[in-house]
């Protein structure tokens, strides 16, 4: 599985001030503290109240990478036209139509919780098997 981990910090991503915070060297927002502090102009701050520098903070971003998963064209070929119908429009109900053939070519990236719902649209149009997507890759999570 190819390894895709983007160094680039996302443009206006939230940091953190906290530096003493046990998690702080996993945490993406204090990791991006840094580059962000030398490079940009204006930062986006969490609020310094609200973050709990105890270990517990709510906005804690895991900075290890997660399985992103590529394309799922193959899966046609194993559903009966009946089942592809209501699998389809099963996720172009949850991604809208471009999104859903954006993510079917593998234009875009499946987060984890992407591919859950996928699998899920599986389950509801009766597939049983659990076919692979077509391509796996390690990305940074920031956002999802």
């Not at 990236?109 to 390690?138: I, M, N, W």
């Given at each position: 599985?190819?390894?895709?981990?983007?160094?680039e910090?996302?443009?206006?991503?939230?940091?953190?001030?906290?530096?003493?915070?046990?998690?702080?060297?996993?945490?993406?927002h204090?990791?991006?503290y840094?580059?962000?502090?030398?490079?940009?102009?204006?930062?986006?701050?969490?609020?310094?109240?609200?973050c709990?520098?105890?270990?517990?903070?709510?906005?804690?971003?895991?900075?290890?990478?997660?399985?992103?998963?590529?394309g799922?064209?193959?899966?046609?070929?194993?559903?009966?036209?009946?089942?592809?119908?209501?699998?389809?429009n099963?996720?172009?109900?949850?991604?809208?139509?471009?999104?859903y053939f954006e993510?079917?070519?593998g234009?875009?990236?499946?987060?984890?919780?992407?591919?859950?719902?996928?699998?899920q649209?599986?389950?509801?149009?009766?597939?049983?098997?659990?076919p692979?997507?077509?391509?796996?890759?390690?990305?940074?999570?920031?956002?999802?």
């Amino acid at each position: 599985m190819p390894k895709k981990i983007y160094r680039e910090i996302p443009e206006n991503y939230p940091v953190c001030l906290h530096a003493d915070c046990p998690r702080a060297a996993t945490c993406l927002h204090r990791i991006a503290y840094a580059p962000q502090l030398e490079k940009a102009e204006y930062l986006r701050i969490i609020n310094p109240d609200r973050c709990a520098p105890d270990g517990q903070c709510p906005y804690h971003r895991d900075s290890a990478p997660v399985t992103y998963a590529r394309g799922f064209t193959n899966f046609q070929s194993r559903m009966y036209p009946a089942q592809y119908k209501k699998f389809m429009n099963t996720l172009v109900q949850a991604f809208g139509r471009n999104s859903y053939f954006e993510r079917r070519r593998g234009d875009t990236a499946l987060s984890p919780k992407e591919q859950s719902l996928v699998l899920q649209a599986l389950r509801k149009a009766g597939v049983t098997d659990t076919p692979p997507f077509d391509h796996y890759e390690e990305n940074i999570n920031w956002y999802d």
